[in-house]
């Protein structure tokens, strides 16, 4: 009986996060599968025919559209990367006995509503508003000027909406290092440069692959940015999807296009992950 | 000991053979099982057939208000800004007849309203909603066509007959309103920013004009550009082919990869023209007239010389909704001159009671002010009562006939803004 309960209690403990992701993830993901490759119409009804087609629609219409949510994605994370790791480590390193109160200000923005942020951004940065306004009048930058609807503003959008997200694991990664690692280096005559080199930047390293994982992936699939802050040839796959269903109601293309941009991020996390090793990585996410 | 030059047969066959073992079989049956299920998950078509003649239709009614009741309540969905906020049409309503109306400002887009409602009709459930105001677009003709809308009984809406303008009678989206009737009306033309744009658009050109490179905002939506694209090129957009939107498409892409879009807006427009972020832009008639008259700005409305598209939001019950005699009884309600003028004062939109236009020229007569200034500029202005030039120069949006045509519309110009 106690063999029986023992063999029984790991399937128990997985019990709860099974049943959650079966309900949130597989059933979705295999509807959404099951869509992309049925042919109709609203009106008369999809009917699952294998049908393909809907993939290379998707692609051969779309493919800019997906490379350019990547690229964005990209120049957005490594933007975060330039911006997040200086505060972390400074929040780390020299936030001495404040560092919660500066974690909290960190995060303060973010408890405002995702879209307004980014609406508010639209304010800042409006043609003739409080940011170029007066640039444009004292001369500095031409009459046409404008930052808004052109791609700086949607990756500039992106990098900021999700910037705590590489902040948090970069921070966790560099206040776990322990203080008399660093006083090695330092009796083994290694300079501060040298000791962030070779000590600080390798331990710190899974905080960084977390938060690139945290922020590349939203990012590249937000719409938000791209619709709020975008112009013309700013368009993201997440337009596409969002118009495919709600306007075009085009399931099956809408869901091809869900469905290869879901393989192509987990391609991507797949073969960045094996460059990097992933065991501290998990370490680190789960603290 | 076989010849090691000649190898083994079985083992030749082991290596460039697959051996199907237990695994295998299960995950065969495995693939099988999932490609069922994936099969399984077809959705299912909902499509009915229009009523053919007028005594199927007249059948139809029948059938559905036999035995109908007054519940004393009605859910009513509409758009913001599409009402005072007090209410006064409302509260005068209860008043009358002692319906209670919860009014809610929940439809925000047509489209994502209709995705938003569409599963729920589709499984023959509640909206929450008895009456709701749809624009005449490609959403409404699938509403149409997928019967969700009750067909009305003209008998309950005698103020219909008596005072709506008769080209409201027979809109090409839905011609005898069957399932609809007229809310407002408005038309998309072009709006400017006097402080940049110093000569005004009298042509659709402007839209494509080099000068204004990047201050110009076209909107989002397929058919109201689609609109545009055909009146530059002379092209009456109402009985278009599709060769004509793809000339259209061809003109569009040529405006967009010239720079000069800056941006496919949807009904968020106003601000960056009032801002300046945008010079001149595709527009709503009504959103031009209450940003100036709740922000103070001087924004312009024009109709173009080539014309414009008038577009109506209409009045419908869902299928499934609760109390349709307390919802049929509001919208006749809405018909009499008085209650149309005091809306029309409010939202600045075209009224389809032409009636309203002396009462509100007589309130004006009895007000002072500001106040008598605001309702004689609505009572004069041909944005709420078209004089019959200007309604000679509207055109309605070309209405798509079956889903295979509106895929076709589609995919034609929704490339151009998601871009």
Known sequence: MRRLRAALTPYALIFPGGVWLAIFFVVPTVVMLSLSLQSGNVADGFVFTWNWQSYVDGLTNYHDQIIRSLVYGLAATLIQIVIGFPVAYWIAFKGGRHKSVYLFLLLLPFLVSFVLRTISWQFLLSDNGMLLGPLKNIGLLPGDFRVLATPFAVIGGLAYNFLPFMVLPIYVALERIDPRVLEAANDLYAGKFQTFLRVVLPLSLPGVFAGVLMTFVPASSDYV???VLGGTNTTMIGNVIQNQYLVTQDYPTASALSFTLMALLLVGIFAYAKALGTEDVLEVAAR | MSNPSTPDPAFLRGLTQRRLGRRDAFRVAGLSAAGLALAACGVQGKGVARPTSSAQAQSEVEKYWAG????????FANWPLYMDPEHPELKKFTEQTGITVTYKEVIQETTSWFAKIQPQLAAGQSIDYDLMVVTNSIQLTQLIKLGYLVPLDHERLPNFAKNVGERYKNESFDPGNVFTVPYASGMTGIAYNPKYVTTPPTSYSALWDPKYKGKVGMMADSQEIANFGMFVLGIDPEKSTPADWEKAADKLRQQRDSGIVRKYY????ID????????????WSGDVFQKNLSDGTDLKFVIPEEGATIWT?????PKSAANPVDAITLIDFFYQPPIAASLAEYINYVTPVPAAQEIIRSNAAKATGEDKKTLEMIADSPLVFPSPEVYAKLRTYRTLADSAEQKKFESI???ITTS
């Open chain 1, 225 to 227: 940015n791209a619709s």
């Open chain 2, 68 to 75: 109908k009741v007054k519940n004393g309540h009605v859910d």
């Open chain 2, 272 to 283: 960056p023209l009032a801002k300046g972020d945008i010079w001149l832009c595709q527009a």
């Open chain 2, 313 to 317: 939001d209409n009045f419908m019950i």
């Open chain 2, 413 to 415: 110009f929704q490339p």
């Open chain 2, 266 to 269: 949807d009904q968020s427009y």
